[in-house]
């Protein structure tokens, strides 16, 4: 069974930063892929991003240059470093991860943790 804890959404004032965490239950390494997404209220779930077991890493267009995802293998966390944040950043922040056998492939998700930029 494979549980995903996010911890560290909060308020912060537009220009402000935080620092997401996703703790995984057991080793990151049974992932191929892991990633942060984020939900705003009356839209659709958008993938911010990824992070591959090997390292390698893809933003959002609209996060590149203020976010950083990053994982700590020991510690089977995969974080969101979140600089610069502006209002529209406000969203529920998801954390994923995904196991692929072959042509199948399976999603893990976590609770969710709440970011709320205010102007």
């Known amino acids: 069974q494979v549980q995903l804890v996010e911890s560290g959404g909060g308020l912060v004032q537009a220009g402000g930063s935080l620092r997401l965490s996703c703790a995984a239950s057991?080793?990151?390494?049974?992932?191929?892929?892991m990633a942060w997404y984020r939900q705003a209220p009356g839209k659709q779930r958008e993938l911010v991003a990824t992070?591959?077991?090997?390292?390698?890493?893809t933003y959002a267009d609209s996060v590149k240059g203020r976010f950083t995802i990053s994982s700590d293998n020991a510690k089977n966390t995969v974080y969101l470093q979140m600089n610069s944040l502006k209002p529209e950043d406000t969203a529920v922040y998801y954390c994923?991860?995904?196991?692929?056998?072959?042509?199948?492939?399976?999603?893990?998700w976590g609770q969710g943790t709440q970011v709320t930029v205010s102007s």
């Open positions: 992070i591959t077991t090997g390292g390698s890493s």
């Open positions: 994923n991860a995904r196991r692929s056998w072959g042509p199948i492939t399976y999603d893990y």
């Open positions: 057991g080793s990151i390494f049974r992932f191929n892929a």
